[in-house]
């Protein structure tokens, strides 16, 4: 049980202001916090520059009402629609072409 201890206290020396690096808003976090106005407001390539090195969270967005569910789903693109995926279509796949 010391031995457990002794890892959490070397683990909270590097918390910042008392929280676990990953989840400090900054260049030590692996999230990315905006609000959905800031999201919006950056280019493509600014956010792809951001989820080369972190995840974005987007707070105060509205939630959508669509369910994630089949009905919710057909929203996007019919349910058969042949998918591409990293170029290869998924329709050949299944085949085993």
Known sequence: MDSIRSAVRQLEEDYIDG?????????????????QEEYDKKSVRVIQEILRTQH?????????????????????????EPVSIQGVSLVFHLAGL
């Open 19 to 35: 929280k676990p690096p990953h989840v400090v808003e900054g260049a030590t976090s692996v999230f990315h916090i905006l609000t």
């Open 56 to 80: 974005i969270v987007i707070v105060g967005a509205q939630q959508s009402r669509v369910k994630f569910d089949a009905n919710g789903l057909r929203t996007l693109t019919r349910l058969n």
